[in-house]
């Protein structure tokens, strides 16, 4: 039973664009929400992050908002930049998982020139 | 600080075989972690330590798999024996407190191959 979601395995986006990537979860517990980054060959690296007293969290071009009552999360980055293609995991963490993170499967994302 | 340390980069190997992947956490972290991507499912947590103590390993798939921390700068996870479908890429992590809350830095992770 998954309980991060993301449903989109790949997204591609023009350059300059918005992204938007998207996550949902099921478990109520949960608190806290991170967005990790991953290139090829790398581990992933930590990018934002989001409690669930806020609705909003913003980092330069990265923000994330989330939506407990629909336990939706999103990340968008604006403008969309070449060096951001990668692949996006959502995590989340609560009492129930014991404060460690639950992942996402991730999201490719691809920025086209 | 180097970063997290893994070793080997590469495993290739036959079923039966012993593998043994290996790790150094970032100085100072008092949290460490073992990881798998498949792309089955995901990135999946194996097991955490917490001070050189095993703290959850309800994620170790099982038996053939186990972890160790003799000290605060080195872990190991051993495969005994190894399968195909253990095939994987294998990241270690640490981090200064929890990992749910606070940033887990990985290591570049071993890409496990098994014949």
């Known amino acids: 039973d998954q309980q991060v979601k993301q449903n989109s395995p790949s997204l591609s986006v023009q350059e300059g664009r918005i992204s938007i990537l998207n996550c949902d979860y099921t478990?109520?517990?949960?608190?806290?929400f991170l967005w990790y980054k991953k290139y090829p060959a790398e581990g992933p690296t930590f990018l934002i992050s989001?409690?669930?007293i806020k609705d909003k969290n913003e980092d330069g071009r990265f923000t994330v908002f989330l939506n407990k009552s629909a336990k939706h999360l999103s990340l968008h980055i604006v403008p969309s930049q070449p060096g951001d293609s990668a692949v996006y995991f959502c995590?989340?963490?609560?009492?129930?998982?014991?404060?460690?993170?639950?992942w996402g499967a991730g999201t490719k994302l691809i920025i086209k020139p | 600080d180097a970063g997290v340390i893994q070793s080997p980069r590469h495993e290739v190997t036959e079923m039966g075989q012993e593998v043994t992947l290996r790790c150094k956490p970032i100085?100072?972290?008092?949290?460490l972690f073992w990881y798998r991507q498949t792309m089955m499912r995901g990135l999946e947590l194996l097991i955490y330590?917490?001070?050189?103590?095993?703290?959850?390993d309800s994620g170790m798939p099982e038996d053939r798999f186990s972890a160790k921390m003799p000290n605060a700068s080195f872990s190991t996870l051993k495969i005994q024996p190894s399968e195909p479908r253990d095939s994987a890429v294998y990241f270690c992590?640490?981090?200064f407190g929890t990992g749910g809350r606070n940033e887990q830095f990985f290591g570049p992770g071993t890409r496990l191959t098994v014949l």
């Open positions: 478990n109520s517990m949960f608190d806290y």
């Open positions: 330590f917490n001070n050189n103590v095993p703290i959850d």
């Open positions: 989001i409690s669930s």
């Open positions: 995590a989340a963490s609560g009492v129930d998982s014991n404060y460690q993170l639950i």
């Open positions: 100085s100072g972290h008092d949290y």
């Open positions: 992590a640490s981090s």
